[in-house]
Structure formats: C-alpha cells, structure tokens
C-alpha cells in the first residue's frame, strides 16, 4: 500500500516527483525517497517519515535531472526505515526500483540471488526486484529484457518503476493487482499510482492493465502486453478539477471532504433522476437486475458498513434476502451461488485487493457484478459486468467520509429502483422517497453548518478511555461506521454493538471512563433504546444521543443530544453519520494527530 510516481521531461523531475508525492503521500507515509538520472548517473535519496523529512534533507542538495522515479511507503515488509525506504538499487547501483505491492516468493529469488554472491541492504521484498533486473542487465540483457525477464519470476502483486543511469532517455512502469496510471504530457509522460499525482502536468491518461508494461520517453510511452506486443489504446480525459485534490482553505483533507458530502451528494443522486423516476444511463437495469431473487454483496471496512445499510434498504423496499459479506471472508470460503443472484462489490479505490479477489470468484462462478466505486479506471470498474460511480471526487484523507455517503446514495437508489420493479413499492411512496432523497443534499448542509457544536463536544469528551456506539437495525449498521472512524483517526479505543446486544456482553465494561453515542432514528424501537441509555448511565457512563430535530424523548437519560434535520427512518444513514464524522475528527485534532494520515493505515488496501 504505497504511492510511486515517475517523470520523464523539460523540467527539473526533483520538484516534479516531490510535488507529486505529496498527491500520494495517503498512500503511505512512513518513508519516502527519489531517484534522478542525470547525465549517466543515478542520484538516491530516502528518508524515513513524512516528506517534509526527505524535503529537509534535500533543501542544501542541487540534484539536476529530468528523469526520475518517486516512492512514499507504507510498511509491509522491514520496519520504516532510511535503509528500507524505496527507491532500492542492485548491485551496481546503476539500476533503481520503487514498488507498491508485494513479492509473494521474494524469499525464494532471495535466496537464489544470495547464493550468486549478491548480499542484501533492505529487510524488505523489494529489494529482490532490484537486484533481479540488475543480474540479467550484467549478464547482458538490455534493460528492457532484463525487465521482463524479473516479471516472469515475480509471484504476487507489484506496480514497479524502473531507471537506470545507462538509459537516462526512458523509464520503465508494470503492473500487476496494483494501479498505475500514464499521464500524457507535451514533451513530458508521467506514471503514478493514482491520478492525483499527474493533475498538474495532465488530463490525458492510460489506465494500464494487469500484465502491461510501459516504457516512457519524453516524446512518447511504448505500451506492451506481457509478450512483448505493442499496444494502442485511446487516452481517457480526467475532468476532476485540480482544486478539488487540494484542502480549499480548510485545515486538512478529511474536514474538506466531510464538507464535500452535500455536493457529492447531489451530484451522484441528480444524473440519476429524471422525470421522477430513477434511471441508470450506465446499463439497463430491468434486464441486469429484473432476475434477481437473492443479493449479494460484498467489500471491506466502510465499504462493509455501506453494505449493512444495503441490506436493511434492499429487504425493506424490494423484499428481497441479502447476504453480506467481508470480502476478505467470502474469498476464502465455500460460497454457495445461485444462478439468478445478483453480486454487488463496493470499494472507493476500486483496488481493495480481497474485494477483487471476491468479485473474481463470483465471476468464475457465473454471477452477474454490478462494481459501485468512486475511481473511473480502476481495476474494479474495468473488470465488473457493470458500474455505478459515486461522483465523490477525489477523496484524499484516509478515513472515508464522501465515499461512504455517495456509496449509500447510489445503494439507496437500486434498491428503490428494485422494489419499484418487483411491485413492492407502490407509485406515491416510491415518488415519495425520491423527493426525500433529493432533500438530503441541504439537509446535510444544515448539520454541517452547526459542526461548533460536535466540536465543542468533542473538546469536553476526547480524553475518554471507552466510547461505545450502539444502535438498532439501520442505526446498528452506522454504529460501527462510527466507531470505525473514531478508532481509526483518534486512536481510541471504541467499539460499536447493536443495542440490544448491550446485556450480552459489553456493559461488563462499562464505567465512568466511558461514553456512550446512541444513534437514535429508527421510531418504533426509541423505548428500547431510552432503557440500553439509561443502563449505561447507571455505570458512570457519559451519554451522546444523535436522533432527529423535535424529538423529545431522550432530553432526561442523554448528557448531549445532536438533532439532525427529520427524514425518512430509512434514509437516516446518509445524515447521522455526519455527526459521527465530525467527532472523529475533532477528537483527533484534540489529542494532536493528523486525522488525513492516521498511523498504520493507507488509503487503498492494495495487498492481503
């Protein structure tokens, strides 16, 4: 789970690759480093720790060159460390790699390379690549074939970028189970992770495909297929606004994009209205979706957690069974398919690696994939029979905010659309609840114009040992979406449980230490709620209701109730969570983090 960059141009690739990994760094941020060619040498420079550190280190260097490759880490293999750090370089060390992935026989080719007198620098996998290229290159191979003779010994995933100091005029990209995009420039190609980091040089890029090689040029790219055949494909034009992968004024990337979430709200639920009804230009969904008798749907932490609401959403309006599934569980297990199932995959990168390994298994085993992603070009979007994109823009922070919203939206949207063809929606309620949908939108611009609220909440509660999320049925689902957010951002220890589950186990640590954040819009199961509250509160524990404006039933058991504007029980999801957001965030600006890079953890889940 790492960000490589490399640039081959006009101008100075330091500052290039530099800039453009400050675009990746929510790919890993435990080391960064960059190789420069420049006139028939290579020029490393790495550091552990964020890329300020290596920018210190280089401040007093003048490193020339217009080619060069870049690397920020998140550790899977060694330590962070400076030695760990990529770029790695062979023996000669006239040949540099940097690599996200990992070399699944890396110990295997370790060990043939040691027993050729190679030694090793690095604790970690990529190193073996390195030194690979290297020995075919002194054998006599051209760069080139001392390439893909290394990818024909490589087991596992990579996207690797290659430079070497007796081939200055070019740079070598792969890919394998991990992304990598071309950018196409004048007089200047690029190569990254994600498209980010190629924004400010360009619009116009390749998305490369598994087994595809790339060798960059100033003048052109040479795309090839693993046998060594020449490629042709169209360039896809990226309409992001370069503003929109920058903070716009606000402290960090994650309070951005939680105040994104009105916008990428209604700009993934407007294209799809028209005339009062739902429609999908992407496919047609009578004939994809008409068939299914049973749902499944699977993906990985708050991708997961948009899947529990789905699954409430889809029985509630097309009373049709769901299974829910973590992607990492269904790929390892004996599932049992049924021809008209329908398999929904959702992930934000579009890369998560145990949810593409789930939806290839699906597709061996004959189900239909509809992919909801928020990455035009990923490997989901490209592999699934059909996609729904979220229309979040980009989403920096680690944490998910948008991309969780925007993904319930598009939920929302098919299982409305279901139910309405199956005949279990009538006309009004199903015109009804799109008119409510269309409403959420403001309404959340209204909770995120009181965020001095959370804030000051959080100010007061942010040193707690414990926070508990509870809640009931749609209100579960978010219960653990919350504490997701929290843990990851603030480190807190915080756990989340449907509520009626409390005497099952968890008040057993309950106390004065803890606080409890009941998620409270599901009407008809406030009683049972008021009586978990007022349990808590009887241990010493501290009380956030978050429930909808007006309602009353909760002002004598909560220490705090948040009101959010009144919308459907069903669709309360989309507003409660922002709350929830918003103490994360707060709660990780008290305790001195950086909510946008949390320790140990990176954006796009590229490995196991």
Same mark, same amino acid.
């Given at each position: 789970?790492?960000?490589?960059?490399?640039?081959?141009?006009?101008?100075?690739?330091?500052?290039?690759?530099?800039?453009?990994?400050?675009?990746?760094?929510?790919?890993?941020?435990?080391?960064?480093?960059?190789?420069?060619?420049?006139?028939?040498?290579?020029?490393?420079?790495?550091?552990?720790?964020?890329?300020?550190?290596?920018?210190?280190?280089?401040?007093?260097?003048?490193?020339?060159?217009?080619?060069?490759?870049?690397?920020?880490?998140?550790?899977?293999?060694?330590?962070?460390?400076?030695?760990?750090?990529?770029?790695?370089?062979?023996?000669?060390?006239?040949?540099?790699?940097?690599?996200?992935?990992?070399?699944?026989?890396?110990?295997?080719?370790?060990?043939?390379?040691?027993?050729?007198?190679?030694?090793?620098?690095?604790?970690?996998?990529?190193?073996?690549?390195?030194?690979?290229?290297?020995?075919?290159?002194?054998?006599?191979?051209?760069?080139?074939?001392?390439?893909?003779?290394?990818?024909?010994?490589?087991?596992?995933?990579?996207?690797?970028?290659?430079?070497?100091?007796?081939?200055?005029?070019?740079?070598?990209?792969?890919?394998?189970?991990?992304?990598?995009?071309?950018?196409?420039?004048?007089?200047?190609?690029?190569?990254?992770?994600?498209?980010?980091?190629?924004?400010?040089?360009?619009?116009?890029?390749?998305?490369?495909?598994?087994?595809?090689?790339?060798?960059?040029?100033?003048?052109?790219?040479?795309?090839?297929?693993?046998?060594?055949?020449?490629?042709?494909?169209?360039?896809?034009?990226?309409?992001?606004?370069?503003?929109?992968?920058?903070?716009?004024?606000?402290?960090?990337?994650?309070?951005?994009?939680?105040?994104?979430?009105?916008?990428?709200?209604?700009?993934?639920?407007?294209?799809?209205?028209?005339?009062?009804?739902?429609?999908?230009?992407?496919?047609?969904?009578?004939?994809?979706?008409?068939?299914?008798?049973?749902?499944?749907?699977?993906?990985?932490?708050?991708?997961?957690?948009?899947?529990?609401?789905?699954?409430?959403?889809?029985?509630?309006?097309?009373?049709?069974?769901?299974?829910?599934?973590?992607?990492?569980?269904?790929?390892?297990?004996?599932?049992?398919?049924?021809?008209?199932?329908?398999?929904? +995959?959702? $992930?934000?990168?579009?890369? #998560?690696?145990?949810?593409?390994?789930?939806?290839? /298994? !699906?597709? &061996?085993? =004959?189900?239909?994939?509809?992919?909801?992603?928020?990455?035009?070009?990923?490997?989901?979007?490209?592999?699934?029979?059909?996609?729904?994109?979220?229309?979040?823009?980009?989403?920096?922070? +680690?944490? $998910?905010?948008?991309?969780? #919203?925007?993904?319930?939206?598009?939920?929302?949207? /098919? !299982?409305? &659309?279901? =139910?309405?063809?199956?005949?279990?929606?009538?006309?009004?309620?199903?015109?009804?609840?799109?008119?409510?949908?269309?409403?959420?939108?403001?309404?959340?611009?209204?909770?995120?114009?009181?965020?001095?609220?959370?804030?000051?909440?959080?100010?007061?509660?942010?040193?707690?040992?414990?926070?508990?999320?509870?809640?009931?049925?749609?209100?579960?689902?978010?219960?653990?979406?919350?504490?997701?957010?929290?843990?990851?951002?603030?480190?807190?220890?915080?756990?989340?449980?449907?509520?009626?589950?409390?005497?099952?186990?968890?008040?057993?640590?309950?106390?004065?230490?803890?606080?409890?954040?009941?998620?409270?819009?599901?009407?008809?199961?406030?009683?049972?709620?008021?009586?978990?509250?007022?349990?808590?509160?009887?241990?010493?524990?501290?009380?956030?209701?978050?429930?909808?404006?007006?309602?009353?039933?909760?002002?004598?058991?909560?220490?705090?109730?948040?009101?959010?504007?009144?919308?459907?029980?069903?669709?309360?999801?989309?507003?409660?969570?922002?709350?929830?957001?918003?103490?994360?965030?707060?709660?990780?600006?008290?305790?001195?983090?950086?909510?946008?890079?949390?320790?140990?953890?990176?954006?796009?889940?590229?490995?196991?």
């Amino acid at each position: 789970m790492c960000g490589i960059t490399g640039y081959i141009g006009r101008e100075e690739a330091i500052f290039v690759l530099l800039d453009s990994l400050k675009k990746l760094e929510y790919r890993g941020y435990d080391s960064t480093g960059i190789a420069i060619l420049h006139e028939g040498t290579l020029t490393v420079r790495k550091a552990k720790g964020h890329i300020t550190v290596l920018e210190e280190k280089l401040k007093n260097e003048q490193i020339r060159g217009q080619a060069g490759i870049g690397h920020t880490r998140w550790a899977t293999h060694g330590e962070p460390s400076d030695i760990n750090a990529h770029p790695h370089t062979g023996v000669s060390d006239r040949i540099a790699v940097v690599h996200n992935g990992i070399i699944e026989n890396y110990l295997r080719l370790k060990e043939w390379l040691q027993a050729r007198e190679v030694v090793f620098k690095s604790e970690t996998d990529t190193e073996v690549v390195a030194h690979l290229i290297d020995y075919y290159y002194r054998q006599g191979s051209g760069l080139l074939t001392a390439v893909q003779h290394t990818l024909k010994r490589l087991e596992g995933s990579y996207a690797l970028a290659i430079t070497a100091a007796d081939y200055p005029d070019r740079i070598i990209a792969a890919r394998k189970d991990s992304p990598l995009v071309i950018g196409l420039g004048k007089d200047e190609n690029l190569v990254a992770s994600d498209i980010p980091a190629l924004l400010a040089h360009t619009r116009e890029v390749v998305y490369m495909e598994d087994g595809e090689l790339v060798v960059l040029y100033r003048d052109h790219v040479e795309l090839m297929n693993a046998q060594g055949d020449h490629i042709v494909r169209p360039p896809s034009h990226v309409d992001w606004d370069a503003d929109a992968a920058e903070k716009g004024g606000f402290a960090h990337f994650m309070l951005k994009e939680i105040h994104d979430q009105a916008k990428a709200l209604s700009d993934t639920l407007r294209p799809r209205i028209k005339t009062g009804e739902i429609s999908f230009d992407e496919f047609d969904f009578d004939e994809f979706c008409g068939r299914a008798r049973r749902i499944v749907i699977t993906a990985c932490g708050t991708a997961w957690h948009a899947a529990m609401v789905a699954k409430y959403a889809f029985e509630h309006f097309a009373r049709i069974p769901v299974e829910v599934d973590i992607a990492s569980e269904y790929r390892y297990r004996s599932p049992v398919t049924e021809e008209n199932d329908l398999f929904i +995959v959702i $992930s934000q990168s579009g890369e #998560t690696a145990d949810t593409l390994a789930a939806m290839r /298994l !699906a597709k &061996k085993g =004959g189900n239909r994939i509809l992919a909801i992603t928020n990455v035009v070009g990923s490997t989901l979007a490209r592999e699934a029979d059909l996609v729904l994109f979220t229309m979040a823009g980009p989403e920096i922070a +680690v944490a $998910s905010t948008k991309a969780f #919203t925007t993904q319930l939206m598009c939920l929302y949207l /098919l !299982a409305l &659309k279901l =139910g309405k063809l199956h005949s279990r929606i009538g006309d009004a309620e199903y015109r009804a609840c799109i008119e409510d949908l269309g409403r959420i939108p403001s309404q959340a611009e209204k909770i995120l114009a009181r965020q001095d609220l959370i804030q000051r909440f959080a100010s007061r509660q942010f040193n707690k040992q414990k926070v508990f999320f509870m809640g009931r049925q749609f209100d579960y689902a978010i219960s653990l979406e919350s504490a997701l957010k929290l843990k990851e951002i603030s480190y807190t220890h915080s756990e989340a449980f449907a509520a009626g589950e409390l005497k099952h186990g968890p008040i057993a640590l309950v106390d004065k230490d803890t606080l409890v954040v009941t998620i409270a819009t599901q009407t008809v199961l406030f009683d049972k709620l008021i009586s978990n509250i007022r349990e808590t509160s009887a241990r010493g524990a501290s009380s956030l209701v978050i429930s909808w404006e007006g309602e009353t039933s909760f002002e004598s058991v909560a220490d705090e109730i948040f009101a959010i504007p009144k919308t459907r029980d069903c669709f309360s999801p989309l507003l409660s969570i922002i709350p929830a957001q918003l103490f994360a965030y707060y709660c990780s600006i008290q305790r001195g983090n950086n909510p946008d890079k949390p320790r140990n953890l990176a954006k796009s889940v590229t490995v196991e």
